[in-house]
């Protein structure tokens, strides 16, 4: 549990509100503007209840930083809005999960974890795409896509290797970020409704 709070502090301050203080500086996020308990509802949102019920909660303390709003009991975390665009994108995943963003967002040369990691967005999220590739961060001329509800599976995976598409397809399936040590595999089912 300890390793997973390390996790989450760091990643969750980054992660999480890194993106949604500039969107609110653009007056897009809709955070600031929720109660304790809507944002704890929000949070939870992102996994099946049987997750979600047990998962600890971490949410916008008055100074902006992520305070721990219910402790859960299952190492799985979740927090209201990770991309701060004018939809939240609720987040929620184990510790590897944690282990492996924290890695991405402090600009490691690869993931960390060990194991792993898993992680659910039941209400989607939103990703950048130029030029035919998804790329890892917002650019010039890239272009703005909305991810349906899905699930991750954060451990290395290749498109060429696997025989799994590098881009969003009918399947439902394919590999993010392919070609990169931060390559995961995104899977568009929606989890809220996973039992």
């Known amino acids: 549990m300890k390793r997973m709070i390390k996790y989450l502090g760091l990643m969750s301050l ?20 929720m109660t304790k308990s809507e944002l704890i509802k929000l949070a939870k949102s992102a996994a099946p209840a049987s997750i979600a019920d047990h998962a600890t909660v971490m949410i916008p303390g008055a100074d902006g930083k992520l305070v721990e709003a219910v402790k859960g009991t299952n190492g799985f975390a979740c927090i209201p809005d990770i991309d701060g665009q004018e939809v939240p994108d609720p987040f929620c995943g184990d510790a590897a999960s944690m282990e492996w963003a924290d890695a991405l967002m402090s600009g490691a040369d690869r993931p960390t974890n060990t194991v792993p990691g898993i992680a659910y967005m039941a209400k989607g999220g939103w990703h950048f795409e130029k030029d035919g590739k998804i790329l890892m961060k917002e650019v010039p001329g890239s272009k703005r896509v909305k991810e349906p509800p899905h699930w991750m599976l954060f451990w290395p995976v290749d498109s060429k290797t696997s025989g799994i598409p590098s881009l969003p397809n009918k399947l439902g399936t394919y590999v993010m970020w392919d070609g990169t040590p931060f390559a995961h595999l995104m899977i568009y089912q929606d989890p809220g409704k996973l039992k």
Not at 23 to 33: H, R, Y
């Open 14 to 33: 980054i992660l999480c509100f890194s993106s949604a203080a500039m969107a609110a500086d653009k007056g897009k996020s809709p955070i600031p503007g």
